[in-house]
């Protein structure tokens, strides 16, 4: 697909907002709560330094996805990275989160970061689990029953890892 990576600005959330709320309310990958104001998901997705959020647009301007990139813990833990995506439920199978996971891998090598656990990938999510899988993540753990998915009901949420050194 053709794309456009740009640093995230405030004047993309009325178009990630409802992208957002789409996928929380599919209940399937992500356990944010359905009632999040628009201020609320700017604050929960929008990083800052050292962190980043970016956003793929089509050509045409149309919103595609998004991911937010940087250190999964302060201080002590900060040589570790981590990240999270949404792709508009109407851009998947498009190669929106290839392209999204090129762009996060490729940022936190060249900002050193030893490698990037994935905390929590729903194990039912199998397109994002093998989309991972495909650029070297392995799943390190799984903790049985720990997703409500809208689905399946309880479901393991898997920790996968990418080192990077």
């Given at each position: 697909?053709?794309?456009?990576?740009?640093?995230?600005?405030?004047?993309?959330?009325?178009?990630?907002?409802?992208?957002?709320?789409?996928?929380?309310?599919?209940?399937?990958?992500?356990?944010?709560?359905?009632?999040?104001?628009?201020?609320?998901?700017?604050?929960?997705?929008?990083?800052?330094?050292?962190?980043?959020?970016?956003?793929?647009?089509?050509?045409?301007?149309?919103?595609?996805?998004?991911?937010?990139?940087?250190?999964?813990?302060?201080?002590?833990?900060?040589?570790?990275?981590?990240?999270?995506?949404?792709?508009?439920?109407?851009?998947?199978?498009?190669?929106?989160?290839?392209?999204?996971?090129?762009?996060?891998?490729?940022?936190?090598r060249r900002a050193g970061f030893a490698g990037i656990p994935f905390n929590a990938v729903v194990e039912t999510n199998v397109a994002a689990v093998r989309l991972w899988q495909s650029a070297g993540f392995t799943?390190?753990?799984?903790?049985?029953?720990?997703?409500?998915?809208?689905?399946?009901?309880?479901?393991?949420?898997?920790?996968?890892?990418?080192?990077?050194?």
């Amino acid at each position: 697909m053709d794309l456009v990576l740009s640093p995230y600005a405030e004047s993309d959330l009325p178009d990630f907002a409802p992208v957002f709320r789409a996928i929380v309310a599919a209940g399937e990958t992500y356990a944010y709560p359905e009632s999040l104001s628009d201020d609320d998901i700017q604050r929960l997705w929008w990083e800052r330094e050292p962190g980043r959020t970016v956003v793929a647009r089509g050509r045409d301007g149309r919103f595609l996805g998004s991911a937010k990139m940087g250190p999964n813990r302060p201080g002590r833990g900060a040589h570790i990275g981590t990240a999270s995506f949404m792709v508009a439920p109407d851009a998947r199978g498009s190669g929106v989160g290839r392209r999204l996971l090129d762009e996060v891998i490729d940022w936190h090598r060249r900002a050193g970061f030893a490698g990037i656990p994935f905390n929590a990938v729903v194990e039912t999510n199998v397109a994002a689990v093998r989309l991972w899988q495909s650029a070297g993540f392995t799943i390190i753990g799984t903790v049985p029953g720990a997703f409500d998915s809208a689905t399946h009901g309880p479901v393991g949420l898997h920790v996968m890892f990418l080192p990077l050194g």
